[in-house]
């Protein structure tokens, strides 16, 4: 007479340990930094695994990469990575520090006023420019040397695995720290600012040096000839320089999905300088694409999709058979459970009473030693709640 464990009253509990594998083609790549430098040129100096047709793990990394980018963008170390395992895919990208700078040898240039109201003096026998020493006021219409915006710490992840037989896309990004012109910028919300390179002047003509003109010919600094030419310039007014500005966005933490793809970027910065652009990157972008995945399970066939089409769910226990010193576990899972462990959990007391990992047609069968109080108890003849279930199928 054979003898079986009823389930009722020491239900077993059959529990997940990993992720569900993969199938077919993912894409990944990630980027440490790309965009434009001053409205025109390209960058983008480190990638791993870019415009490739399926996920390959790659990883790639510069210390001291400021050599091959233009001014004005300078970098202390880089980094992109993708992986590609049996369960999920993965991309990285990002950075250390990297710094957008004001240089005076930058091709903008700072728009200086209009001299042509200072006149040429009429001294009677010659005349007198007072245009050039009223210039020499000026600023020399550079760019100072500045960092206009400093990024710490700035690095994308972006994730895709199979979850209950879909493509599951995921995405997170970290910023460390922001600043523009050393003022701390708040690193969770979108941000734009307008600050001066070079504050606004004004300048007093009268401050001119004298010493400083070419007198014509036969022209000498007699005090007439001073007083003459010091008159004209205190009669100018004082010549406005407005402020030197620049304006700067930063958008934080993007995330944009495209159907089956999914791009993670950890930040956006973008810098104007005197109305010209300056940069446009971003910083920091990992992308892992699903159209080329399958998380659908294969079609199950057989005792698994007999013991399995009568219960909604996916894991089941169709059999507890004891012997002399040992019972015989028998059970079925979905076929996209294959090659996964499944743990046997009594409730009574929340001890794992077996593992086993599911066969390649989703059919599990272990041998359980079962000591006293540790599987339940025996009673007479019958069958298994497994068993019965199939019944009340068919």
């Not at 997940?16 to 894409?27: E, G, I, K, Q, Y």
């Not at 399926?54 to 990575?81: D, H, K, M, N, W």
């Not at 710490?152 to 012109?181: F, H, I, K, M, P």
């Not at 030197?244 to 793809?261: F, H, Y």
Request: proline share 6%; charged share 20%.
């Amino acid at each position: 007479m054979r003898r079986t464990l009823l389930l009722a009253p020491c239900a077993l509990l059959l529990t997940l340990s990993a992720a569900a594998p993969a199938h077919a083609d993912w894409t990944c790549e990630g980027s440490a930094v790309r965009g434009t430098v001053l409205g025109a040129q390209t960058i983008e100096p480190l990638t791993a695994n870019k415009g490739a047709a399926t996920c390959t793990a790659q990883r790639a990394g510069l210390a001291g990469a400021t050599a091959g980018l233009p001014l004005p963008v300078s970098v202390s170390a880089l980094g992109a990575e993708t992986t590609a395992g049996e369960n999920e895919v993965g991309a990285m990208g990002g950075i250390a520090d990297l710094r957008v700078r004001a240089l005076p040898e930058l091709p903008i240039q700072v728009p200086l006023p209009d001299l042509s109201q200072v006149p040429t003096v009429d001294l009677g026998v010659a005349t007198v420019d007072l245009e050039p020493i009223v210039a020499a006021l000026l600023p020399d219409g550079r760019l100072p040397n500045a960092d206009i915006v400093r990024l710490q710490g700035l690095v994308a992840y972006a994730n895709g695995r199979c979850v209950d037989g879909e493509a599951s896309l995921t995405g997170t990004s970290q910023v460390a720290g922001l600043s523009v012109l050393g003022q701390e910028l708040p690193l969770d919300q979108v941000v734009e600012r307008t600050v001066s390179l070079l504050d606004s002047q004004s300048i007093d003509p009268s401050n001119a040096n004298l010493a400083d003109l070419d007198l014509p010919a036969g022209i000498t600094f007699t005090p007439l000839v001073r007083d003459t030419l010091q008159q004209a310039l205190d009669a100018l007014p004082n010549i406005e320089i407005p402020a030197a500005l620049a304006t700067v966005k930063v958008t934080p933490a993007q995330q944009i999905r495209e159907g089956d793809r999914l791009t993670q970027r950890a930040l956006e910065v973008q810098v104007r300088v005197l109305g010209q652009a300056l940069v446009d990157l971003v910083i920091g972008e990992a992308t892992v694409g699903a159209s080329g995945a399958s998380c659908a399970p294969a079609v199950a066939g057989g005792a698994t999709s007999a013991a399995l089409r009568c219960t909604t769910r996916r894991l089941v226990l169709a059999d507890v058979i004891p012997g002399r010193r040992r019972v015989r576990l028998l059970g079925y899972a979905d076929l996209r459970y294959v090659g996964r462990t499944v743990n046997l959990v009594f409730t009574g007391t929340g001890r794992r009473v077996a593992r086993r990992r599911s066969g390649a047609t989703g059919h599990s069968a272990r041998r359980r030693r079962c000591r006293a109080g540790s599987c339940g108890s025996a009673t007479g003849p019958g069958t298994s709640r497994g068993s019965a279930a199939s019944a009340r199928c068919g």
